[in-house]
């Protein structure tokens, strides 16, 4: 049996609830240390998830930011930085082969010449989206402990999957004569 798409679930389930997890340690005043173990916890799950260095490296640093400093914006700041890394890998895939025409192409094979056009535009779209997301994220860290673990937790995940949901009936509409 392969447990790999059951731990992919599982580290999915726990990023998600990781918002959820420092508002309630804030909120019932414990260690700053059960702080620290939740964001290590969900730099690993990130970084066995994905693989993605770049994203273990920034995380590993904002933990020893928050570890010297004991200032729990740095373990809010998580999110943010987090959206920011995932925006600048689709930016810096415009350089070369956008994102998302690697993806259509992992999942259909070679796009058309109009599946290449519409990739690099929706990787440009994904680009905007994600540095909105991140800017608004960054504005959370500021404010209440609640609204953060609202935004972070539950509501930028809404804005990730209507995101999704839009890209598709547009991919579906624009290549709809596309073979």
Known sequence: MNSKPLIKALGTILMVCYP???YYVIKNEYSFSIILGILFVAILIGYFLNRQKLLFCFGFLILSI????????YVKAYPVIMNCSVATLFAISL???PFVQVIGENMK???S??????AKK????WVIFMYALTG???ITVFLSTEIWALFNGLISYILIGLMFAAEFVVRRKVLKNDS
């Open 20 to 22: 959820f997890a420092i």
């Open 66 to 73: 928050a570890f010297i400093l004991r200032d729990i914006a």
């Open 95 to 97: 350089l070369k082969k």
């Open 109 to 111: 094979g070679k796009l």
């Open 113 to 118: 010449e109009k599946g290449i056009v519409y």
């Open 122 to 125: 929706a990787t440009y779209a």
């Open 136 to 138: 608004i994220s960054c």
